[in-house]
């Protein structure tokens, strides 16, 4: 590319001191020149995809043979760094969405420790292993209606409450 850079410059010299009949054949060569070489090029792109071998001789198979070693080599190791490239960012996201995860656990202990705090201060300290798993799955609701034999007997009627996230 840099030597049709090259001429294109040189030529643009000599086309200024040229006149009109000497600038055509001017032109033509280069027009001849530029064919040949994307002939050369079109031929050697067919070689190396493994077509029109039939006129080469054992050296010439071995260059083309390296060629596409070397080539290979390089796209491996293009490739190798993708991926490994790909392999730590899915590691940093993974370690990114473990730390998360263990942000949300310690929020819901907390959660957790606050509804037995709650409960506690509600019923005092009576039975509150029973109360609190009978209630895990209440969620932001009262429940009337749930009552245990004692219950009944002592006239209590349960009332649930449930400690909830403010909405944003």
């Known amino acids: 590319m840099k030597s049709v850079m090259e001429r294109y410059t040189n030529s643009k010299e000599e086309y200024q ?34 077509k029109e071998l039939y006129g080469l001789n054992v ?10 070693e070397i080539s290979l080599r390089v796209i491996r190791m293009k490739k190798e760094q993708m991926l490994t490239d790909e392999i730590h960012e899915l590691a940093q996201k993974g370690n990114r969405i473990h730390q998360e995860n263990m942000e949300l656990y310690m929020k819901a202990n907390l959660i957790t420790q606050e509804n037995m705090e709650l409960h506690k201060k509600a019923y005092g300290t009576r039975d509150i292993s029973t109360s609190a798993s009978r209630n895990a799955f209440i969620v932001n609701s009262y429940n009337l209606n749930t009552t245990t034999a004692a219950d009944q007997n002592s006239n209590i009627i349960p009332i649930h409450l449930q400690l909830s996230q403010p909405s944003l």
């Open 59 to 68: 050296n010439d198979l071995q260059s083309l043979e390296n060629q596409l």
């Open 17 to 50: 001191q040229l006149n009109p009949i000497s600038e055509v054949k001017f032109l033509q060569r280069e027009a001849t020149i530029l064919r040949h070489q994307v002939q050369n090029l079109q031929e050697h792109h067919r070689q190396i995809m493994g």
